[in-house]
């Protein structure tokens, strides 16, 4: 029976100590990078900015991989670009006013990365613009850069400056995969929550999400002694479009409606889809005087506005209703909507297509 070779110290060559030390370094470093990412993704379970999240994965790049500078780009779909968002080790205000165009052949190329990284020696001509740009404004030495991407869809890019040190690729790739998936939750839950505050047809806010902002709005106009105006608005005679032209007709009314609204009213005011065919608008430190020139502007608008339906014109005009809380006020929001709401009526009950405040109708009955 053969014997089995005892392994000494003094038996082991020079060449097996040096590779057992290089794969010993090689693994501490993979642990740390391991811990390094458990530390990252133990911070992503919290509520935080998506910057914040998204630093928190580049701090954890940097103790896994040693990379210390490095930058995180997110893809605009609106503008196709690729729009700084964070960084370690730069200026991150200059990050974040760089916006890079890109062209589809470009993302394409982009996207490659993904399978071919630059760590490997490959490269397309998008990452050889791309890497003398940066190496410009960024003065990078050794430019490198992996294409965050979900199912095939490019979202952003991981550009970083190559440590001196033997990186680890499957750190990197794995840093990279939890930058994007951080990104595409970001949007997603970003998407979901606009969702609950928009009205499905208009794009305006709804209901529920204008009572909020107005009780917000009148606790902060009593606080700090502020007025506050609210206009109510009603469409004139819609039921006639909905009868004579059906239901999906109106629906394009309306839509065409509340984009024309949304460009009337000023960006400090809130705009809602309140029920059908009546919409709300919150005025923040507005007094009666100017809620009233406002709604008059947007009454004559409106009569001036018409609408192609079916190859026949359709001429707009509506109803409005103005109602201000003067800060010696103790009402409530509740109140306040339906004393709008009481000077609409008013304003139908005189011919339709004009305004009326609630203080009017007072003086009025008094």
Same mark, same amino acid.
């Given at each position: ?18 590779? *057992?030390?290089?794969?010993?370094? +090689?693994?501490?470093?993979? *642990? ?26 580049? @701090? ?8 210390? @500078? !490095? ?12 729009? /700084? ?8 205000? %200059? ?15 982009? =996207? ?8 490997? /020696? ?6 050889? +613009? ?9 003065? &990078? %030495? *050794? ?12 979202? /952003?890019?991981?550009? $970083?400056e190559k440590a001196p040190a033997l990186l680890h690729q499957e750190i990197l790739i794995i840093f990279s995969r939890q930058a994007a998936l951080t990104i595409e939750n970001a949007r997603l839950f970003a998407k979901v929550e606009e969702m609950a505050i928009r009205d499905t047809l208009t794009g305006l806010y709804n209901r529920r999400y204008f009572h909020q902002i107005l009780d917000y709005e009148l606790n902060r106009a009593k606080r700090y002694h502020q007025s506050l105006s609210l206009i109510f608005i009603d ?9 004579? &032209? ?8 309306? %839509?065409?409606?509340?984009?024309? =609204? ?13 029920? #059908?065919?009546? &919409? ?6 507005? !007094? ?7 709604? %008059? ?7 001036? $506005? ?18 201000? $809380? ?6 409530? #929001?509740?109140?306040?909507?339906? +004393? ?8 139908? !009950?005189?011919? +339709?297509?004009?305004?009326?405040? $609630? ?8």
């Open positions: 029976m053969p014997t089995k070779k005892k392994i000494t110290p003094e038996s082991v060559t020079t060449s097996e100590r040096a590779e *057992n030390a290089a794969l010993n370094e +090689r693994m501490a470093t993979l *642990n740390q990078g391991l811990l390094s990412l458990y530390h990252a993704s133990a911070e992503l379970q919290f509520s935080k900015p998506l910057t914040a999240l998204l630093k928190s994965i580049l @701090r954890g790049l940097k103790s896994g991989t040693g990379i210390s @500078r !490095a930058v995180i780009f997110i893809k605009e779909e609106a503008s196709f670009s690729l729009a /700084g968002c964070v960084a370690i080790g730069l200026n991150e205000k %200059k990050i974040q006013d760089m916006n890079i165009l890109l062209t589809v052949d470009e993302e394409t190329d982009l =996207l490659k990365t993904c399978q071919t990284p630059a760590f490997s /020696g490959q490269s397309t001509p998008a990452q050889d +613009r791309l890497a003398k740009l940066f190496e410009q404004e960024l003065e &990078f %030495k *050794n430019v490198e850069m992996v294409a965050l991407e979900i199912r095939d869809h490019l979202i /952003g890019l991981m550009v $970083y469409l004139d005679h819609f039921k006639e479009i909905n009868d004579q &032209f059906g239901h999906s007709v109106g629906d394009q009314f309306l %839509k065409q409606i509340a984009q024309k =609204l949304s460009s009337l009213f000023r960006t400090t005011d809130l705009v809602a889809r309140y029920a #059908g065919d009546e &919409f709300v608008a919150i005025l923040p430190a507005t !007094a009666g005087e100017g809620a009233m020139i406002l709604a %008059k502007r947007i009454q004559e608008a409106l009569g001036n $506005y018409q609408i192609m339906v079916r190859g026949r014109t359709l001429q707009v005009s509506v109803s409005i209703g103005v109602d201000t $809380y003067e800060s010696s006020e103790g009402i409530g #929001g509740v109140t306040l909507i339906d +004393r709008a709401d009481k000077a609409m009526y008013e304003a139908k !009950a005189h011919g +339709r297509n004009c305004v009326r405040s $609630y203080q009017e109708v007072q003086k009025a009955l008094a």
